[in-house]
């Protein structure tokens, strides 16, 4: 029996793990990249001396990247590392006060106590049930496909129902004012909806599972930053003899209705078994499989938030910032109200900051740092109209910095990049410049991605950030995951 083919159809860490998946199933794979480089959304900015993680800074669940050296029989150690980051984020709120999130629990408990007077046993109780959510839920959900016929899976409404019916009724943040006595300790435990785009004010009261990923299973950072997870699997994926062709855009997946036949490159068909497609679900429609109606009805679903990046050399160091650093808005609804219903940037932004020269050296020169400055904002827009926004933002959230950490930054700023999400559409294919697809604001959004294939399509897979089970490196790893069973599978049936 000849050896099957696949074809993926772009390098983004979810369509890179599942090549390393199917080449371990036996199928000689071919990625098309459109760009020059592997990893898609991870990737880096090099400027003056500074380098900068340009799109994810959080690395969380390492074990899904060792589970594909596991797999390929590979040691991670020659290709990978990271270590783990006791403190998972410092928060500062306009009250002036600070707190450490130790992934420590004791040293967390005492840590709210202390700084912001969230009584232990009132923390310890939200934590206990936010992991019981993760156990009982969470591994329903994310490691199986979802099949369009059942958007809410019997296991899956079983698992919600046997647990607490209110984490699908209630917002996230009604669950935490519920929970929580300080508005800081809801304002944090609310900020995990952004984790995969959403408002806490919308999305349901599951996505509190978020936290005890964060805090009960650790945050860890990769030696040489979060470009080298991307770097470690194109690295392994070429050892598993997965080949790579940068600078080519798939136009077209070929398929008769009842199978495919490979893909359109440069006008020339190549010829496949199966195709995974880690491009964003709505272009893979609208693109790549001319299916006008289905693309027409992913823009009908609300995306989730884009975001406006900061990559700042600045010329000095700031010893009261961490590697993840939160400077909270002090009206975090209405900065929600504004990103999702206004659909406009909000005055007094929430600033997310991420230093990795705090890490390792390297990254900025010696007594500089690296500031990786974003904030969320709507997924809509030309990059013409972000481009003429950008001053107004860069004030306001200078404007931010000036206030809660009391220095001016903007003569610290030595060099500078920009990114927004014109830029996010146009160098990923992210549909509107969203980073994690469709928000999770509603009840059925939370659960109701597009899954990984669907009867209509046999031999065509999804994989990646915007379809089952979400955004963010480990889902999409889980995405990838899933694919391979599904191709398992479809091997075995036939
Ligand atoms: C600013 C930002 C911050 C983030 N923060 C975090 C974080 O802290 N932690 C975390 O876990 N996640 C974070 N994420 C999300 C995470 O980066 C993504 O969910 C994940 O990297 C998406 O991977 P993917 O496999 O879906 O592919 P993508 O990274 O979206 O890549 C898709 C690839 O497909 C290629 N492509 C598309 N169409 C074609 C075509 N027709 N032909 C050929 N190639 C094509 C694109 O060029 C691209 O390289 C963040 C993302 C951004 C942008």
Known sequence: MSTPKAIVTGSGIAGIAAAIRLAIQGYSVTVYEKNSYPGG??????????????????????????????????????????????????????NGKIVDAWTDREKLLQEFEQQLGEPREVLSSYLEKAGKIYENIGEVFFDRPMYRSAWLNKKILKAVASFRPGLVYYTLNEFNEQQLT?????????????????????????????????????VFYPAGGMISIANALYELAVKKGVRFEFNRNVSRIIHTGSQTKGVVLDGKNIFSDIVVSDADVYFTYRDLLDRKREAAALTRKEPGSSAVIFYWGIKKEFPQLQLHNVLFSAEYKAEFNHIFTLKKTYKDPTVYINITSKMEEGHAPPGKENWFVMINVPAIGTSAEWEKEIPYIRQQVL????????????????????????????????????????????????????????????????????????????????????????????????
């Open 399 to 494: 404007k931010k910095l000036r206030g809660m950490l009391k220095e001016d930054v903007e003569p610290l700023i030595e060099t500078e990049q920009v990114s927004h999400p014109g830029i996010l559409e146009r160098d990923t294919n992210s549909f509107r410049g969203a980073i994690y697809g469709m928000s999770s604001n509603t009840r059925r959004g939370a659960f109701r991605r597009h899954p990984n294939s669907v009867s209509g399509l046999p031999g065509v897979y999804f994989c990646g950030g915007t379809v089952h089970p979400g955004g963010g490196i480990p889902l999409c790893l889980k995405s990838a995951e899933i694919v391979g069973t599904l191709v398992k599978k479809r091997t075995a049936d036939h």
């Open 41 to 94: 959304k991870i990737s880096l900015v090099e400027k003056d001396g500074y380098r900068f993680d340009s799109g994810p800074s959080l690395f969380t669940e390492p074990w899904l990247i060792e589970e594909l050296f596991w797999l390929a029989d590979e040691p991670m150690e020659s290709y990978f590392s990271y270590e783990p980051v006791p403190n998972s984020c410092r928060y500062f709120f306009t």
């Open 182 to 218: 300080t508005g800081e300790a809801i304002q944090i435990f609310n900020r995990y909806a952004t984790y995969n785009g959403s408002s806490p004010y919308s999305a349901p009261a599951m996505l509190s599972m978020i936290s005890a990923i964060e805090l009960d299973t650790g």
